[in-house]
């Protein structure tokens, strides 16, 4: 295991972690050399003009650089991570958490009801990775790479809940450890943070049995998140988007849908976009949710409403990425009821997928003085 480079608990009189000789103390980063320290602003630890700090700068620059270098060379999701991968991969998420994350304080009473909302949050959340235990025992948590790591270990439990707030909100990149902001409120992000933290006191066969329902569902719904078009869209870019506002909803033929919006997308309709003439920004999301439509007869006028799911369809917007395909990205996931599976879309499809981010883009063109963009956000 790497030496930590942040420190990650909070201590009453002073946040301190060594690394070699080099502490971290009230806000400040101090490095002792031959009896001598040297006091510098908190600014990632290097800058200045204090020839002692070089070599440290130099030291802590060579692990991130480790650890950049291992991702690029040898943390494929083509094969199973070594033991190095996997410590430089938690190590990430160490280096990455600011010093001031563990300056909050959970604001939720230490009760029992909050660890239960807690556990609400994460089997709806986090369990299609982790697994209803926390322990990462699952079909997507083993096959990522690193694996999903166990809750309940000690790497884990000795972030404070401000810092696993941090994590949670924010992510972490190289892990693959999505940031649920967009999805998962604040507040429910502390309940999730007291639950994780009381995750070692739950025995883990009367945890997986208090919530064997739950945990089907969340496991049964996690296969989704692994998959991907090829040379195309991966489901998990899209992870959370369940919990998205409805931009609208559609009615053609048989079936019917619901088109959802992450923030960003939200927050480009309510800016006026694309009625302004501006493009909408990169990182706005939309997924679009087919059902097969049935007639409800015991309701008045038997209206048509949602059946059995068909299909989803997702499109993102990243000018650089999909450059050739007017700044959006698509893909499309079909859904089988019998089994409850998901397959990425293929030629024989409607729309048709290829194997690529374009499947919706000719389509699209009829709407290219509305970025590409068909649906309205209409007035609520």
Known sequence: MLPRLWPNRNIPNARQVEFGRLSYERGRTMFETRGESAVMPRIGGCGGNVPSVAPKCKLMMGVIGAILGASLQGCTAGKQPSQEETNLANAAKDVTIPLEAGRKQNPLPETDEIVSQGQEVFL?????????????????????????????????????????????????????????????????????????????????????????????????????????????????????????????????????????????????????????????????????????????????????????????????????????SGGWGYGAFEYDAASNTFTPATLKDKPPQGNDAKCGFACHTAVRSKDYVFTNYEHR
């Open 124 to 324: 709806g959340s986090c369990a299609q990775c982790h697994g209803a235990d926390g322990r990462g025992d699952t079909t997507v948590g083993r096959n990522t790479a690193p694996p999903a790591m166990d809750l309940t270990s000690s790497h884990v439990q000795h972030w404070s809940e401000a810092e696993l707030f941090w994590i949670v909100q924010n992510g972490v990149r190289l892990p693959g450890m999505p940031a649920w902001q967009s999805s998962i409120s604040e507040n429910d992000t502390w309940k999730l943070a007291r639950f994780i933290h009381n995750l070692p006191r739950f025995d883990a066969a009367s945890a997986s049995t208090a919530v064997t329902s739950q945990a089907q569902v969340a496991n049964s719904a996690q296969n989704k998140y692994a998959l991907k078009v090829p040379n195309g869209l991966a489901f998990s870019e899209f992870m959370g988007y369940e919990g998205w506002p409805v931009i609208a909803i559609s009615h053609n033929g048989d079936k019917l849908a619901a088109i959802l919006g992450n923030p960003v997308m939200i927050d480009a309709y309510k800016a006026g976009i694309p009625e302004n003439g501006k493009p909408f920004p990169d990182g706005a999301k939309m997924v679009k949710v087919h059902w097969n439509g049935k007639a409800d007869t015991g309701e008045p006028g038997a209206p048509t409403v949602p059946g059995t799911q068909h299909d989803v369809d997702l499109m993102v917007k990243d000018s650089k990425r999909f450059a050739d």
